[in-house]
Structure formats: structure tokens, C-alpha cells
């Protein structure tokens, strides 16, 4: 059910303000106006007046712009009031019941790892083991447990798997002829965007703009385009304005900029109490010891350890992924996401709701997926607090759409219809020859989606891809570089015979 605008802008804001008044930019505004009392430009007749002016002349008043800007494109516009919770999640039932027993088969393949191994899922550290672990922090990757007994949860073709089993129950007898024609390995009717309206989207991405990391290595002397793009950059960030710096990156970053750019897209600063925040979770890290802590060593080492751009930052990845797993924050973006978090049950209480806890906190058990979702950040933040939050907020924004069943337009299963769509509709011959050896697309760009091509591309070039992502605030622009990648290769793949061959 639609709203009307008026009531859907009533209730973003109520929600916004809702949101905003529990943070600590509430509390150092409300300060910041007690301060600007006692100074002499402040009269009591225009009081309200006066304390704005203040508050927009300090800069205050930008800040609260980026956090609304902020909220707003994390948080999806909200549902009709009359609708049910679970609508915000996902409005369509049969998403949310494929992504409900998918949860249960991670889960059970946790569990039984645990009964194995006899492991528990989670144990207090003898006080010796945390002084050794805090003595270690900063080269935890020297360290050579044995982890030939733990396997990963589930592999990438797995979740394809269950992706090519989605139905929608009510298209089961085939009466919609259209979606019939679709030979691709997704079977269900999603509406997914065509080249018109996918040029309209990304029109700044239209070949009479400027682009970095195209342009700057053109005919035409590059520094035309790259020196004014640099001063356009610094000025953003001089300006400090959220929605200004996502409208900028969208023709690619400056490599000396997108640290700070990209903070500012992602409304982080790294605040004291942000760092007081990652060393809490460092503490939980050196005091419990996790199951899930065995299999981030054993992903670690199986990607990055093996990666000739990764390897140099072993240890910040423990350090990130450690603590990840334990940010109950992150439970907040399962009010908009189709996920829920998996539970587990204190020993002997099991079914008993309040003996309940989430399982690992922070509610996340795909751990090979994170760790080249965080590699690339590594080479931009050398701070691990602020490294921390810019993955963080990466994760919750777009990252765990790579990882759950819905019917987002940046999901897994858009992005696979996406991909599909466009070629089938702009290289039918390709795509029909791939068909016929048994070299599905699909099975081939799947793993580069899902980890939105880390470790697929150059880092230099994977993070103009994820300029765009931001800038465009969707990761649709994934599925689009992999069908021009096929486009790309055209010619050779149609030779092929194999599925190794297209590979």
C-alpha cells in the first residue's frame, strides 16, 4: 500500500528524530547551544533565532544535515502504518521464508561442527590466554592454530543453489508467458532495470563525462580533467557535505581523497567515544573465545594469506573481523534487512526463550564473504577504530544484501536477474551458446557479485568500483560490470565448448 507523501514525510521524520535523539550528536548540540548562551551575540528577545544562526555559522548545523542524510539512505522510506513489521524486513513472504530456512541450514552446520569438535560455541578465556592474545593483537597472523577440522559454513555455489531454487508460489502454473522467455538460472519474476532506465540512474556514468581512472590515461592530456576534479574534490570536503560528496564520487575518487571522502559519505569521524566503542569490543574479543573465532583464522588464512595485495594486512583483518562478530550494533540493521539473526540457547535451556541469545552477537555467520569485503579498506584506513566503523557501516548499508534472500533491488537475487536480463536481452547469442555447453553466465560472475569483485579486480580498480557503489548508494552497478565484462569477452567466449573453457 502506497502512502500519501504527506503522511510518508511525517513519519521519516518522527523516525529520523526518533533516531537521532538517542546519539551523541543530540547530546553535543544541545552543549554547543548551552555554550552560545553566554556569548554577547546572543539576544534573549531572538533567542531561537540567534542559537540557530550560531549553530549553522560553527558548522553544527552541517553535521546534522549529513546525520539525516545519513539515516535516510540507510533506512528504507517506511511501510504504510497499517502494514506488519515483517513488511520492512521484506514484502514478500515467500523471500522471507527462503531466507529463513537458509538461516537454519547455516545454523545446524554451526551447530554440528560444535558437536563434532565438542566445542562450545562460546567460552570465557583463561586469564593466562588473554594476556597472551593482548600481548599479540598486532601480529595475530604469526599465529598457526590447527584448524584442519573446521570447514567453512557454506560456499558461494551453495548459496547459488538455493538462489535457482527460489519459485514464487504464485507463478508455479506458468500463467505469465513473459517471464516464461527468461532462460536464465532465476526463476523469479523481480522487476529489474533496462539500459534505458538504467542510463537514466547512472547518467553521470554516460561516455560524454569525465570518469577517473579512464580519463586522466586518455589521448587528450589528462591533467585537464584530473586537476579539476581534484580541486572540485578538496572543495567538497572543505564544504563537509554528505550529500555533495556522494554526488562527487560518482566519477571516481582521487586516490589522496577517498579516505576522507568516502568518511563523509558514510557520516563517520571517529569521535572519542567511537574509539572507546572498537576498545570494548576488543576487550569482549580478549576475554570470550568464540567458535566463529576458528573459522574467521581459517578464512583469513585460505584469502588473504594466499592474496599478493592482502597478505601485508593479516592482522588488521583479524582485528576488524574479531571484533565485528562481537558489535551487537550491528543487530540494528536487521529492522530493514530480510536476515534474522540466529539464535542459540544457553546450555540445557534449549527452546526456552529467555535463555536465548544471539549467536555470534552481532548476529553474523558468513565469515568468508567479510574478509574481502574488508581487505580493500585496509589500503585507505590504518586506524583500526576508524578502519572498524568504515566497514561497518560498508556492511550494514550494502554489503550483507550480498548474503541474504530478498527482493531488494541491490539483493543478491535482483542482482543476479540483472545480470542475467542484460544479456540475454543484448547478447542472445552469447548467451544462449553458454546455455547450450552447460556454462551458465550465471555460475561464472556469481562469485565476483557476491564479493562484490574483491579479489576479482586490481585494488586500484576495485575501489573505483566501490566509489560508485557509494555514490550511487546501490550496488546494482555489480551486475552491470559483469555483463559488460562477458560483452567484453565476447567474441572469445563464443568459441568455447566448456564450462572450464569459460572460466
Not at 220 to 233: L, W
Not at 351 to 360: D, L
Request: glycine share 4%; with cysteine; charged share 20%.
Amino acid at each position: 500500500a502506497m502512502l500519501d507523501p504527506d503522511t510518508g514525510l511525517s513519519l521519516t521524520i518522527a523516525r529520523i528524530v526518533q533516531r537521532l535523539k538517542g546519539s551523541s550528536l543530540h547530546s553535543q548540540l544541545e552543549r554547543q547551544a548551552r555554550v552560545s548562551l553566554h556569548k554577547p551575540e546572543i539576544k534573549l528577545e531572538s533567542l531561537k533565532e540567534d542559537i540557530k544562526e550560531f549553530l549553522k555559522a560553527s558548522g553544527w548545523e552541517k553535521k546534522l544535515q549529513n546525520a539525516v542524510y545519513s539515516e535516510l539512505n540507510v533506512f528504507p522510506s517506511p511501510c504504510h502504518p497499517a502494514a506488519p513489521p515483517e513488511h520492512t524486513k521484506e514484502p514478500l513472504a515467500y523471500m522471507r521464508k527462503a531466507q529463513g530456512s537458509w538461516e537454519k541450514r547455516i545454523l545446524k552446520s554451526l551447530n554440528s561442527m560444535c558437536t563434532e569438535l565438542s566445542i562450545p560455541l562460546a567460552q570465557k578465556r583463561p586469564v593466562s590466554e588473554q594476556k597472551e592474545l593482548l600481548n599479540k593483537w598486532n601480529e595475530m597472523g604469526t599465529d598457526e592454530p590447527d584448524l584442519s577440522l573446521f570447514r567453512p559454513v557454506y560456499a558461494p555455489k551453495d548459496f547459488l543453489e538455493v538462489l535457482m531454487n527460489l519459485r514464487n508460489p504464485n507463478y508455479e502454473n506458468g500463467e505469465q508467458p513473459s517471464f516464461r522467455s527468461h532462460l536464465g538460472l532465476i526463476q523469479v519474476p523481480l522487476k529489474v532495470k533496462d539500459i534505458p532506465e538504467l542510463k537514466e540512474d547512472f547518467s553521470e556514468l554516460g561516455l560524454n563525462i569525465g570518469q577517473l581512472g579512464i580519463d586522466d590515461s586518455a589521448q587528450v592530456p589528462p591533467e585537464f580533467f584530473e586537476n579539476e576534479h581534484v580541486r572540485v574534490g578538496q572543495k567538497v570536503l572543505a564544504e563537509q557535505d554528505s550529500a555533495a560528496a556522494q554526488q562527487y564520487v560518482r566519477q571516481g575518487c582521487p586516490t589522496a581523497l577517498r579516505a576522507d571522502l568516502w568518511a563523509l559519505i558514510l557520516n563517520i569521524s571517529n569521535q572519542p567515544e567511537d574509539v572507546l566503542y572498537y576498545e570494548q569490543l576488543k576487550s569482549n574479543v580478549i576475554q570470550h573465545d568464540l567458535l566463529v573465532d576458528s573459522l574467521i583464522y581459517k578464512d583469513v588464512k585460505l584469502t588473504a594469506s594466499n592474496d599478493d595485495y592482502y597478505f601485508v594486512f593479516e592482522d588488521y583483518l583479524y582485528q576488524v573481523l574479531l571484533c565485528f562478530s562481537r558489535d551487537t550494533s550491528v543487530l540494528e540493521h536487521f529492522t530493514y534487512s530480510s536476515a534474522t539473526p540466529p539464535k542459540s540457547y544457553i546450555r540445557g535451556k534449549l527452546g526456552m526463550e529467555e535463555y536465548a541469545v544471539f549467536y555470534p552477537p552481532n548476529g553474523k555467520l558468513n565469515y568468508n564473504s567479510f574478509i574481502l569485503s574488508v581487505a580493500p579498506l585496509c589500503f585507505l584506513y590504518h586506524e583500526p577504530s576508524k578502519l572498524y566503523q568504515i566497514f561497518r557501516e560498508m556492511y550494514v548499508r550494502f554489503f550483507f544484501r550480498l548474503h541474504s534472500i530478498s527482493s531488494h533491488p541491490s539483493g543478491i537475487v535482483s542482482l543476479c536477474l540483472l545480470f542475467e536480463t542484460l544479456l540475454q536481452t543484448h547478447l542472445p547469442q552469447l548467451f544462449y551458446h553458454l546455455r547450450e555447453i552447460g556454462a551458465q553466465p550465471l555460475r561464472i560472475s556469481f562469485k565476483w557479485m557476491v564479493r562484490a569483485f574483491s579479489g576479482y579486480l586490481a585494488t586500484d580498480q576495485l575501489l573505483l568500483l566501490w566509489d560508485r557503489i557509494l555514490g550511487y548508494n546501490s550496488l546494482e552497478i555489480l551486475a552491470v560490470l559483469a555483463a559488460a565484462v562477458f560483452a567484453f569477452r565476447a567474441v572469445n567466449l563464443m568459441e568455447v565448448t566448456s564450462l572450464a573453457a569459460a572460466e
